[in-house]
């Protein structure tokens, strides 16, 4: 547990300072804070679930960026998806997929959604346009993390960023009984100071447009793999062949 708020908390200073560095300083900091190997082989980013596109409403995204991390016992997967002609560092819509894979039968979907709502509150404090919110679905047995996040509105910086997402966490476990954790998060941003109280004011819009095709979006079969295959170079070749 103290490994994932330790996590949740990386990820949120991220997200607020992002904006204070250059494209490739954020590539650079992003990996170097999560402990992130990103493998790239022959000029082709690794798709590591067998999954290089997502189609969402009518529109295809694209694998642009993939990775493993790996902070001590705390392992996972990311991969991240968004329409041609658009990277994860300068995106208008994206969609990320994330496997998670824990120990302990403690962590669990609903833990983390909740860990992850009361970390963006507890450090989004005093940033505009920025809450968070995290429900559980019974009938589907996932949670569910609504927020808001902006960037640069509290600095002297040209480049002011919101982004709304809506955040799925679901337990799983493979043929072997081990335990996965898989979130699946759509993000909309709104970038410049233009017409941003207006984008933050209009979640309940975004809500409409987004939110129900979301929760009923059917991901391809992901293959999940066993605990010495997850990472380091076993995980690597296991992928690559």
Partial sequence: MKNIKILLLVIVLTLLSAITYSKEEQNQKFERDFGIENYIENGKIIDYLNLKTIDFQGEKYTLYYSATQNIGEYKSIIQEYVPIGQTVYNFDQMITIQI?????????????ATLKAEDLNARSKGVPYSKATATYNKEKDESIVEFILSAGFNENSQDKIIEWSVVKYKDFKNSNNQKYIMMTQFSKRHYGEKDAQKFASSTNILEKKYM?????MVLPEIKFLSKDEWTGANFRKYIAE
Avoid: C, V
Avoid at 212 to 216: A, G, S
């Fill in 100 to 112: 998670y894979y824990t120990t302990s039968d403690e962590q669990n979907a609903q833990g983390y």
């Fill in 212 to 216: 129900i095709d979301f929760n009923e």
